[in-house]
């Protein structure tokens, strides 16, 4: 992980997202940077991001968010769902790098930050939403900062050299 700039007004790093199957969307660094491979899968939700980020059934996933703009309220400690953050991954369309909401603590990109959660946004989630319906689901890895030194071909081959879900289990670490 490596630090960034904090003004909402600066232009972020690039990202990318991979797809085993050689798609390449490129967008903006949001969140963490670095390297996070999992499976990918959306989420329909138009509210509840935190949620969602918060729910340990998304252990081991990059989430996609098919709602437009994700982040405009914040992120704060009563919204969450468990203990912390589960999501490997993030994916938005229109990242707010603003909050307005009075009862926000942090903005949603601090919040990915500080768990690590390696993020893009400024893709088209309703393109990678089809792919996903009319595919299946799909390992892939979001990657920012330093991990771009790779081509993308070597970042497609990482994404597919990482294990699939089928038969994984997450108990031990979800669990208390």
Known sequence: TTTRPRSP????????????????L???A???RGARTGEVVFTTGMTG?????????????????TAPHIGNTGANSQDMESRRVWVRGYAVRDAS???????????LDDLL?????VGISDIDTRM??????????????VFSGDAL????????????????????????????
């Open 9 to 24: 007004l600066t232009r972020p790093d690039p990202a990318l997202l991979v797809l085993e199957d050689g798609t390449v």
């Open 26 to 28: 490129r967008g903006s």
């Open 30 to 32: 949001y969140g963490a």
């Open 49 to 65: 991001y935190q949620e969602t980020l918060s729910d340990p059934s998304y252990v081991g996933q990059i989430v996609v968010q």
């Open 97 to 107: 790098r603003i909050h307005s909401s009075w009862r926000a603590e942090q903005s």
């Open 113 to 117: 930050e500080a768990e690590d959660v």
């Open 128 to 141: 990678l939403t089809r792919r996903l319906r009319e595919g299946g689901t799909m390992r892939g890895g």
């Open 149 to 176: 030194a790779a081509s993308e071909d070597e970042l497609v081959e990482r994404v597919r050299e990482q294990p699939t879900m089928h038969g994984a289990s997450f108990f031990d670490e979800v669990t208390i």
